[in-house]
């Protein structure tokens, strides 16, 4: 079975980018344009991985890495901040607030 990426980003030409290059590298990739669209994905088919952008249109990615953390169901996957974002004080932020790496 592949490992299954799930792309948060709100810029469809990067999440689409993103879908072409990890699965032409032999993972199945979901995307998803903000939180709400986030949690239906997570709901239909867990990921392996979750990439999240910072600056979300609504909720910002530090949130919904918060909520990810908080459930019991996600408490453990793993997440990648990306993000146009790369201040140190960004970073540790970031990482504070669960990320895996930024």
Sequence with gaps: MDKRILVVDDDPELRELLRGYLGGNGYAVDVAGD???M????????PDLVILDLMLPGEDGLAL???LRAATATAALPI???TARG???DRIVGLEMGADDY
């Design 35 to 37: 939180g709400a669209a």
């Design 65 to 67: 890495c918060r909520e």
């Design 39 to 46: 949690r239906q994905r997570i709901a239909a088919a867990a």
């Design 87 to 89: 201040e140190d004080t």
């Design 80 to 82: 990648l901040m990306l």
